[in-house]
């Protein structure tokens, strides 16, 4: 879709959030339509928290056919909703609004975004796995909520704040920690280690979630769910010893191919969008 082609009967999507002038959002679903030759344009709004009721009325009033959602509103959005898909409802935050005739449906493809970059980055599903994950924030909740529903090894959820990691791991059948108490026996046993913790970027960007990694070695999958940087220091000092790594780069790209679809009803394909966020 250029603007040229935008007519009265061009469908408008969009991601909410605040900023959002970074967001890499627009760039990949707005070419995803171009390329099916769909009659949609998506946008960005700068929302302010306290213009966040009248923003989520608006999509109903302007017949807007779904918004994604960002920080800082994924959870605060929730009151205003007239349902939440049973996984989004579990991890109590919402990343992408489907407006199904007036009725605003809330969604979460942030987990399963990230079980679609493993299978296209790796080949590797989590079944059978040992699986720590480093964070038990917005996250944190959405790709472990996602992995408690498939047939794992054993879960083992890390956070600053033992009490969110312990909360977390009760209602995922998992076990909880403080980051602090995280034994290097746990971490050797595990197959796959998850960063969803702040630590890496933006102010943290010199941080790791761990200090020690003589328990690192070539059978663990680490991963990042940061992408800018496109390396953290975490995934930079496991991938010197030897583990395989990956960054967010591709659960970005796997939430929005998921979101596409629930807006479009067509199938996006996860390279052409991943190739509009490198
Ligand atoms: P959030 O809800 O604010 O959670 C932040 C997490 O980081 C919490 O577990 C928090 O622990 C932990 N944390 C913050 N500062 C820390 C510190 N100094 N030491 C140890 N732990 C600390 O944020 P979020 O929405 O989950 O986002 C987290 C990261 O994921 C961000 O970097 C974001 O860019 C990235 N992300 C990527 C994608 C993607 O598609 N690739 C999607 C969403 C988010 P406490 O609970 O103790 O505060």
Redesign the pocket.
């Known amino acids: 879709m250029t603007t040229q082609n935008i007519s009265g009967k061009t469908q408008i999507l969009g991601v909410i959030g605040h900023p959002v002038n970074h967001t890499g959002s627009p760039a990949m679903q707005n070419h995803m339509c171009q390329q099916l030759g769909l009659d949609y344009v998506y946008v960005a709004f700068n929302v302010a928290p306290d213009q966040l009721e009248s923003a989520i009325s608006g999509i109903r009033a302007l017949h807007i056919k779904g918004v994604n959602v960002t920080?800082p509103h994924?959870e605060a959005v929730i009151p205003f909703l007239d349902e939440l898909d049973p996984l989004a409802e579990k991890i109590g935050a919402v990343n992408t609004i489907v407006n199904q005739n007036g009725r605003l449906i809330g969604y979460n493809t942030?987990g399963r975004?990230?079980l679609i970059a493993l299978m296209q980055e790796l080949q590797i599903d989590v079944n059978n796995k040992r699986i720590i994950i480093l964070?038990?924030?917005?996250?944190?909740?959405?790709i472990a909520h996602t992995i408690a529903e498939k047939p794992i090894n054993s879960l083992i959820i890390a956070?600053?704040?033992a009490e969110?990691a312990h909360q977390l791991a009760q209602l995922c059948q998992a076990q909880g920690t403080a980051?602090s108490d995280l034994t290097l026996a746990s971490l050797t046993d595990a197959d796959i280690v998850i960063n969803?913790?702040?630590?890496?970027?933006?102010d943290?960007q010199n941080?790791c979630?761990v200090t020690a990694f003589s328990w690192v070695s070539t059978k663990h999958l680490i991963c990042d769910?940061?992408?800018?940087p496109s390396e953290t220091p975490f995934l930079s000092q496991c991938r010197q010893k030897g583990a395989t790594t990956l960054n967010?780069?591709g659960?970005?790209a796997?939430?929005g191919q998921l979101a596409f679809e629930l807006f479009t009803g067509f199938s996006a394909d996860y390279q052409l969008l991943k190739a509009q966020l490198i």
């Open positions: 920080i994924k942030d975004g990230f964070g038990a924030g917005g996250s944190g909740k959405a956070n600053r704040t969110k980051l969803t913790t702040a630590l890496g970027m933006g943290h941080q979630p769910i940061i992408y800018n967010g780069i659960m970005l796997g939430q």
